[in-house]
T-cell receptor, first 111, second 115 residues
């Protein structure tokens, strides 16, 4: 079963708008990561947030983590058509090096 | 660095045939992961290696699947015999040894179609 579940499954916005994607997970984590996948390509790492962090920024990306609610959100500000992709959260479970991915949010940014 | 290199990029084969997918991880990365991606099941971890040793193969679906890592720069995922339900995109990813935070670099994937 999936550890992380993204919400919504699909999101369509206009260029310039902000996009928010959410991820919920089931068990305690060491860190949570977000990846992007362009159509027909491999996943690319975007940002990592550790369990003792609440918020992290990287350029137009802002990630929050609420361990009490077992949830994270990814905000992309001032979206561009090039941001069109699927976005996945991934969690590392316990002492294992396994990184488990959710099913992703498909973001479409219309020019 | 050329990144994680996978081959072939596309493979079309008939049911019952043997399929071998190949991966060259980033030099110096200690971990190598094989994932499978389908619309229905999303991204599934099949197996991962640490320093060429298989650590967890609990995601390998059946005995028809096998993976090897004979050295630090090469890994294979073999399916024998292949079935239509094996059709998917198979990704290889590698990561360095960083305590508590393994960030994966993915290859471009191998799209397998079994007819």
């Amino acid at each position: 079963s999936q550890q992380g579940e993204e919400d919504p499954q699909a999101l369509s916005i206009q260029e310039g708008e902000n996009a928010t994607m959410n991820c919920s997970y089931k068990t305690s984590i060491n860190n949570l990561q977000w990846y992007r996948q362009n159509s027909g390509r491999g996943l690319v790492h975007l940002i990592l947030i550790r369990s003792n962090e609440r918020e992290k920024h990287s350029g137009r990306l802002r990630v929050t983590l609420d361990t009490s609610k077992k949830s994270s959100s990814l905000l992309i500000t001032a979206s561009r058509a090039a941001d069109t992709a699927s976005y996945f959260c991934a969690t590392k479970i316990g002492g294992s090096e396994k990184l488990v991915f959710g099913k992703g949010t498909k973001l479409t940014v219309n020019p | 660095d050329a990144g994680v290199i996978q081959s072939p990029r596309h493979e079309v084969t008939e049911m019952g045939q043997e399929v071998t997918l190949r991966c060259k991880p980033i030099s110096g990365h200690d971990y190598l992961f094989w994932y499978r991606q389908t619309m229905m099941r999303g991204l599934e971890l099949l197996i991962y290696f640490n320093n060429n040793v298989p650590i967890d193969d609990s995601g390998m679906p059946e005995d028809r699947f096998s993976a090897k890592m004979p050295n630090a720069s090469f890994s294979t995922l073999k399916i024998q015999p292949s079935e239509p339900r094996d059709s998917a995109v198979y990704f290889c990813a590698s990561s360095p040894r960083v305590s508590g935070a393994n960030v994966l670099t993915f290859g471009a994937g191998s799209r397998l179609t079994v007819l």
